[in-house]
């Protein structure tokens, strides 16, 4: 397993940007898939975005397409980020997580494959 180590948030207006950082210290794999999911309070975790460690396709939640990119830089083993065009309902608890086959099956936009996870890091969006 890898650990993830998330770092950039903060608090933002609405219509502004933040970008997350997921550093990954371990071995990670081709096989393996990055994502982002978040998590707003009385609510369930919810997959934002993720991003396959080879190949680098991408998948996305509905709720954030067009306003955020998510990206890797295999040499800094670190996941990204960029959330343009904020809205208040964005305000939630993000985690990195990493699962070890989502390379071979694809990005999975469930939680459970994924057996690694940061400790998180809170976005407020105020609007």
């Known amino acids: 397993q890898v650990q993830l180590v998330e770092s950039g948030g903060g608090s933002a207006q609405a219509g502004g940007s933040l970008r997350l950082s997921c550093a990954a210290f371990?071995?990670?794999?081709?096989?393996?898939?990055m994502a982002w999911f978040r998590q707003a309070p009385g609510k369930e975790r919810e997959f934002v975005a993720g991003?396959?460690?080879?190949?680098?396709?991408?998948r996305y939640g509905d709720s954030v397409k067009g306003r955020f990119t998510i990206s890797r830089d295999a040499a800094k083993r670190t996941v990204y980020l960029q959330m343009n065009t904020l809205k208040a309902e964005d305000t939630a608890v993000y985690y990195c997580?990493?699962?070890?086959?989502?390379?071979?099956?694809?990005?999975?936009?469930?939680?459970?494959?994924?057996?690694?996870w940061g400790q998180g890091t809170q976005v407020t969006v105020s609007s």
């Open positions: 991003v396959q460690w080879s190949s680098e396709s991408t």
């Open positions: 997580a990493a699962d070890s086959l989502g390379g071979i099956v694809g990005v999975r936009n469930t939680a459970g494959p994924y057996t690694s």
């Open positions: 371990g071995s990670v794999s081709t096989n393996y898939a």
